[in-house]
């Protein structure tokens, strides 16, 4: 089991950059690691992830401006986010699970809130 604590929301002006950390209790060397997001009213969704061997996928959304990170020494995965949008607003919630473990079983973040607006 792994404990998740997220850090580095806030509030920023559209077009400026956040950089997103997720500090796990233990080894996150055998668990892929990814960022979801939810804003108000709408469901939870996938915006970043990152496989133990350093695969990365992205939503479409953020193709191209985010960047997905692994630190497996600190135990820590990354999300760096740049040119923000307000449609980018959403709390940002850390996720991680073993691909080779079934059924899948995550372990969740409480999330970081992420305000973009001028």
């Known amino acids: 089991q792994v404990q998740l604590v997220e850090s580095g929301g806030g509030l920023v002006q559209p077009g400026g950059s956040l950089r997103l950390s997720c500090a796990a209790s233990?080894?996150?060397?055998?668990?892929?690691m990814g960022w979801y997001r939810q804003a108000p009213g709408k469901q939870r969704e996938l915006v970043a992830a990152v496989y133990t061997e350093g695969t990365t996928t992205y939503a479409d959304s953020v193709k191209g401006r985010g960047t997905i990170s692994r630190d497996n020494a600190k135990n820590t995965a990354y999300l760096q986010m740049n040119s923000l949008k307000p449609e980018d607003t959403a709390v940002y919630y850390c996720n991680a699970w073993r691909v080779v473990v079934r059924p899948r079983r995550d372990y969740w973040g409480q999330g970081t809130q992420v305000t973009v607006s001028s």
């Open positions: 233990g080894s996150i060397s055998t668990y892929a």
